[in-house]
């Protein structure tokens, strides 16, 4: 009975709104028609007139697409990167804000810089990870390295190693534009005999194979481990030191050297939120021949779902991103901001030092402290090497402490 | 922040969800009588076509005509309306796992694709499959167990032990060479292929001894003594791949919807047990026979290891169908009008030429890339900077999906996702697009250095990716977010567009 009610329906009911609508359709589709196919025409006579070929050319067909950027997400792990920061013309400093020590057996006490580590000692290493884009980063790879303080030594090092010998990575997860801590051991090496203190870079690599800019997923982090020397300095004392730096490139290089007291300064920003509405290409004999209406089943303001006369069997689809802006004034601002070294203070350094291809080597520095430096004064110096094209290739960030 | 991919599919509740062997109506008959007596429906549809013609003459199309417009909007409402059966709508459902097929567009315009659920590794799999192979060697070699029509004629399939060079037992398997690693695989491939046999008529059904193969052997995938390195359960996605009581209440409304693919009563994992006596009707099947247990995982021969299959919707299906009814209209009018004024040859020619230009102009008209089709869309947007470059998924990477989950009532009933609403993508295979057997520990021997993978991935991992992923895409994100000097130089000054979403 039920199938025989279903059936009257289909035939009486069913049936007869469906060739009613497919006569307003053919109706449509020949009302359209003509505008439809000049439209083509003309896209014809265009894509002709590029190319100057009647066939398309031969394409093998792609067996695995792209994928639909709507549904595909694209994480932005980042940490204070030097070498970015750099490259757009911003002071830098290796006093990374996302890098801090703890000793493993007090962890609750955040050591106050990390240039006063002692040898031989376990540490916690914290590393924060940021995520600059409004979609979360799921399984960022982070690798904690580090290696002799130079501008850019290759002996990079895993800072933790497993019962095998294996580097211990960490995987984290982190929210859109949110932020996670991550943490590694961190056995301190011991000092040779003789050395007062060594100085070491430690370096934070992320990875993510989504990542939407992977220019800001390299940060370092001066550190200097400590015997059991003092580490003032007295007013008009000059500083020897030497640094290594290593020409990466296949041919000779000259190199130079400056010195500044740029440190971060903690201002609030607001960043806004910026969308960017990307709408579907349609040519237009396909808008023209989208006119055509059709019965779609939507669901009504109560739920339902009801069939409803719609001109238009597609829509033309709009996809939303977004990020966030706002840092724009301060960028600009920190652009045209100098730090140069206070009055009296002395940074000397080989002018224009050519390396030939792969070498390294010890450069020697002296920096002469002000006569005049108040005792309790503390100073940050960054040295940076940059070629001569202004390519930043490393640096090295110094605390000066002093006491008369 | 919240974006809801365009999709085109409905899921529905228990009791409304139906295979087209479930039609009613006109369309329950014809249905009924294609799949069951497809010889007399021939004939009938003969017999009715030609007296229709005798007594109506011109007219004779008009009744079939107006029955096939009965008919394909059910067919479209079907389709995409009363096919899929909800699962949990309401709730997130995120799973983490590995993709193991390169994705592929199917006929009706979808983006398909599996993923092998965490935390299982495809060299668990294997070792459990070739566990479970062992503990059933004469369960597999007994003839009786075949005497299925159409799959096998009484004759249980020659196993792989019977394979000349196979090892007995398989214990060695991933101590060997790496030829007779392959060796093996390549038998066990084979094996599976003739245990699944086939349907002609139906690719979709595969043999019973199979399924209860299968069944016994996701068992011990999900059994709770199989612990991760960490001593923690791995079955934490049991309800992807099996009904699972603790998620569907026993007893209800959807429980019943599902077909039964387990039997508590049944020791699985012991020798020769992979078997079940228990026969329950499939709603799905059209008629009250009682049937054996019925996988809700699917099974990737190629790979051999279980998959989750997913879904990006696409809608050829309605472009056809409405194109089909305009055909029909157009083929109908001018057969019957040609039909009166030159006669019924001259009427059929006509119809067949007109109805061929309609097409052609179909085709010019209405055939671009990627029309109906879920994939890359050509996209202008009001800002071109910062974005990222296509992407394509690749076979190995690990991936969260997030989306609707769903029982296809089609396909002998799986679990699904469909549609996918978001795809993160984790990891990519470090192997490129083999899908090699690497654990945590080979990869970090291989390759020096790990990477992200199923084998990682636990319950409490599970929940807080999944946790975050809904949070990600449901939870609306504010205009204004107060950040430091600090924070901004700790992103490089600098955005980049996120993954899109639709108005």
């Known amino acids: 009975m039920n199938n025989f009610l279903a059936s009257l329906r289909a035939l009486f009911i069913s049936a007869p709104l469906a060739i009613l609508m497919s006569i307003l359709r053919l109706i449509f589709f020949l009302l359209l028609l003509i505008p439809g196919l000049l439209a083509k025409l ?24 792209p994928f639909p950027e709507d549904v595909m997400r694209r994480p932005d792990p980042s940490i204070y990167s030097q070498h970015y920061l750099a490259s757009q013309g911003i002071a830098v400093t290796w006093n990374n804000p996302d890098i801090w020590f703890a000793k493993a057996n007090t962890p609750h006490i955040i050591e106050n810089d990390s240039h006063h580590l002692q040898e031989n000692t376990d540490y916690i290493v914290f590393v924060q990870v940021h995520n600059a884009s409004t979609d979360a980063a799921i399984g960022v790879r982070v690798r904690l390295l580090y290696r002799p303080w130079s501008f850019n030594s290759p002996d990079l090092l895993p800072v933790d190693v497993d019962t095998n010998g294996n580097e211990v990575v960490k995987f984290v997860n982190v929210t859109p534009m949110g932020a996670i801590i991550t943490k590694f051991n ?28 992977t220019a800001n997923n390299v940060g370092q982090e001066n550190t200097r481990v400590y015997n059991s020397a003092s580490n003032f300095v007295h007013a008009g004392e000059l500083l020897n030191f030497t640094i290594l730096i290593n020409n990466i490139y296949n041919q000779p290089m000259h190199f130079r050297f400056g010195a500044d007291t740029y440190s971060i300064k903690e201002e609030k920003i607001e960043l806004k939120l910026k969308r960017n509405v990307g709408t579907e290409r349609w040519s237009p004999s396909r808008k023209i021949m989208n006119a055509i209406p059709t019965i779609q089943r939507v669901r009504s303001k109560g739920g339902d779902m009801e069939n409803r006369l719609v001109f238009g069997q597609s829509k033309q689809r709009q996809v939303i991103r977004a990020r966030y802006i706002g840092y724009e004034d301060y960028k600009d601002k920190l652009k045209k901001e100098r730090f140069p070294l206070p009055e009296g203070y002395v940074f000397t350094a080989p002018v224009n030092l050519e390396l030939n291809k792969k070498e390294m080597r010890d450069v020697p520095f002296t920096l002469q402290v002000s006569p005049d430096a108040l005792d309790g004064q503390e100073l940050t110096v960054n040295i940076q090497a940059t070629t001569m094209s202004g390519y930043l290739m490393g640096g090295v960030t110094i605390f000066l402490k002093i006491k008369n | 922040m919240p974006r809801d991919i365009q999709s085109y599919t409905e899921c529905t509740v228990p009791g409304s969800a139906k295979s087209h062997k479930n039609f009613d109506g006109l369309m329950g008959i014809i249905v009924s009588s294609v799949l069951h007596n497809k010889g007399n429906f021939i004939t009938a549809f003969v017999l009715l076509l030609t007296t229709s013609f005798i007594f109506l003459g011109c007219y004779g199309f008009l009744p079939f005509y107006v029955t096939l417009m009965a008919l394909l909007p059910g067919v479209k409402d079907w389709y995409f309306y009363t096919r899929l059966l909800c699962v949990n709508e309401k709730l997130d459902n995120c799973v983490i796992g590995m993709i193991t097929h390169e994705p592929t567009v199917s006929f009706d315009g979808d983006r398909k694709m599996n993923i092998l659920p965490a935390p299982f590794s495809r060299k668990e799999c294997v070792e459990k499959l070739a566990a479970h192979l062992e503990a059933n060697k004469e369960l597999l070699a007994d003839n009786s167990n075949f005497s299925q029509p159409i799959f096998f004629n009484g004759s249980a399939p020659a196993t792989p032990f019977s394979v000349s060079g196979f090892p007995n037992p398989l214990d060695e398997f991933f101590l060997d060479t790496a030829d007779n690693k392959q060796f093996i695989l390549d038998e066990l491939v084979a094996y599976m292929r003739r245990l699944r046999s086939e349907d002609p008529e139906d690719e979709d059904v595969s043999s019973e001894m199979y399924n209860q193969f299968l069944i016994g052997y996701m068992d011990r995938l999900l059994s709770a003594d199989n612990l991760d390195a960490g001593g923690q359960p791995k079955n934490f996605y049991e309800k992807y791949l099996r009904k699972d009581a603790s998620v569907i209440p026993v007893g209800s409304a959807l429980w019943n919807a599902i077909p039964d693919d387990f039997d508590p009563a049944v020791n699985w994992k012991a020798t020769n047990g992979s078997i079940s006596p228990l026969k329950t009707t499939n709603l799905y099947e059209g008629d009250s026979t009682p049937r054996n247990l019925n996988t809700m995982f699917r099974f990737e021969n190629s790979m051999l290891t279980p998959y989750m299959h997913c879904e990006i919707d696409g809608d050829v299906v309605a472009d056809l169908v409405d194109f089909a009814m305009i055909a029909l209209t157009v083929f109908a009018a001018t057969v019957t009008l040609l039909c009166i004024f030159l006669g019924p040859l001259a009427a059929l020619l006509g119809a067949l030429g007109l109805a061929l230009l309609f097409w052609l102009l179909y085709k010019i008209l209405f055939e671009e890339v990627g029309v109906g089709q879920a994939g890359e869309q050509d996209v202008d947007y009001e800002d071109d900077t910062n974005l990222p470059p296509n992407i394509s998924q690749q076979k190995g990477d690990t991936v969260v999906i997030y989306g609707r989950w769903i029982m296809d009532t089609e396909h002998n009933q799986y679990f699904e996702i469909h549609p996918v609403k978001a795809y993160y993508v984790v990891a990519t295979n470090p192997n490129t697009s083999a899908i090699e057997f690497l654990d945590t520990h080979d990869q970090v021997d291989n390759n020096g250095l790990q990477v992200m993978n199923n084998t990682l991935v636990n319950k409490s991992l599970a929940d807080e990716i999944c946790k975050m992923v809904s949070s990600g895409e449901k939870d609306p994100i504010p205009e204004v977010i107060p950040r430091t000097t600090t924070q901004v130089l700790s992103y490089g000054l600098n955005t980049f567009y996120g993954g899109g979403g639709i108005v």
């Not at chain 1, 005999?193 to 690599?205: A, F, N, P, R």
């Open chain 1, 42 to 65: 003309v896209e014809w006579l265009k894509w002709f007139l590029k190319t100057k070929n009647l066939k398309e050319d031969e394409k093998e067909k792609e067996c695995n697409p």
């Open chain 1, 186 to 213: 961190w056995r301190t090496p011991n000092l040779v005999s003789g050395e007062d203190s060594k100085h070491l870079c430690l370096q934070v690599h992320l990875s993510h194979p989504m990542d939407i800019n």
